[in-house]
């Protein structure tokens, strides 16, 4: 009688068993993975002690036991809830998405090689050339920070909202997470908005929305959230389907802006757009009022009773939406 006996299947690196060797290589994955996530959250952790909320735009407010900013407060600018950033500052969060590591870097105002940096530290790779930079520059931060007194944004090349100083959110409200922070997304599928247009005034508004979105998609060809967004909003916008198979091109001119705030009411505003070249096509949207106008009255009403309810309450679970 012959004996066979089956030996288990060789590992091709090392030649012992497979089956141990792959639970080496799952053990030696689950260490490194923890390793980066604990550098991930040691970094996060460093950055956010590193600002106060002078610096960001927050009300510095009583009892700060601790250096920097708190929790809450980054997860306010980022724009995630106060549980995930407690697990990524815990390292029990280890896939943090792209888009939350660049909502990070921008609340904690990193430069380039930060930026890169904590992008790596989360196992992905920083965004390259071919793709919407949604990342804003220290320069571009310290302008919004002497804008105080003006209503001002910054907007990526698609016209997703990546800051807000804390004037713009109590005029016009919660910028929303995810696609509810893109202005076509808001206008066309949502359609939520304070601002009131005329029907001249929304056609253009429409027009250089779709016009803007089509020179993204040539100029960024390798950006997929950008094709899907635009995917999305011709199949759930009429109107956008129609403006962007017309192949339509303008541009957004500087004008008046009605705003319908629902404490102070209608507020008629300036409103220019500017460009910053070289920062990837960021722009800067800023609303301001003729000095001693009624506009300017309502605006400085703003800075006294509407920041702190726009900056300072997030949702339950930490979201502002």
């Known amino acids: 009688m012959i004996k066979v006996v089956v030996m288990p299947p060789a590992c091709a690196t090392c030649g012992g068993d497979e089956r141990?060797?792959?639970?080496?290589?799952?053990?030696?994955?689950?260490?490194?993975?923890?390793?980066?996530?604990?550098?991930?959250?040691?970094?996060?952790?460093?950055?956010?002690?590193?600002?106060?909320?002078?610096?960001?735009?927050l009300p510095v407010g009583p009892r700060r036991r601790t250096p920097g900013l708190r929790r809450s407060e980054l997860a306010l600018l980022a724009g995630v809830s106060v549980d995930y950033l407690v697990q990524l500052e815990q390292g029990r969060a280890t896939a943090p998405s792209p888009q939350v590591v660049e909502a990070l870097a921008r609340a904690l105002r990193l430069n380039?090689?930060?930026r890169d940096h904590v992008f790596r530290l989360a196992g992905l790779l920083p965004p390259g050339p071919g793709v919407v930079s949604r990342h804003i520059t220290p320069g571009v931060h310290r302008l919004i920070d002497r804008l105080r007194d003006v209503p001002v944004s910054v907007w990526d090349a698609s016209w997703?909202?990546?800051?807000?100083?804390?004037?713009?959110?109590?005029?016009?409200?919660?910028?929303?997470?995810?696609?509810?922070?893109?202005?076509?997304?808001?206008?066309?599928?949502?359609?939520?908005?304070?601002?009131?247009?005329?029907?001249?005034?929304?056609?253009?508004?429409?027009?250089?929305?779709?016009?803007?979105?089509?020179?993204?998609a040539a100029e960024h060809p390798a950006d997929h959230q950008l094709r899907d967004l635009i995917a999305a909003l011709r199949a759930r916008s009429a109107r956008f389907a129609e403006l962007w198979d017309a192949g339509v091109l303008s541009h957004h001119p500087s004008g008046r802006k009605i705003v319908v705030h629902p404490s102070v009411g209608a507020i008629a505003l300036d409103c220019d757009v500017l460009t910053v070249p070289g920062a990837g096509d960021l722009r800067i949207v800023a609303y301001t009022a003729e000095p001693g106008s009624e506009a300017a009255g309502k605006l400085q009403l703003l800075t006294v009773v509407g920041i702190s309810t726009a900056v300072t309450d997030p949702t339950p679970d930490g979201t502002v939406v």
């Open 20 to 57: 141990y060797c792959w639970y080496q290589r799952r053990w030696s994955w689950w260490r490194h993975t923890g390793s980066m996530a604990a550098d991930f959250a040691s970094a996060v952790r460093t950055w956010r002690e590193r600002l106060t909320p002078d610096e960001v735009g």
């Open 160 to 216: 997703t909202m990546l800051l807000g100083n804390p004037l713009w959110l109590a005029l016009v409200g919660p910028p929303g997470h995810g696609r509810h922070r893109n202005l076509p997304w808001r206008h066309f599928v949502l359609g939520v908005s304070r601002s009131r247009h005329q029907p001249d005034e929304l056609n253009q508004f429409e027009t250089a929305l779709v016009s803007d979105l089509r020179v993204a």
């Open 112 to 114: 380039t090689t930060e």
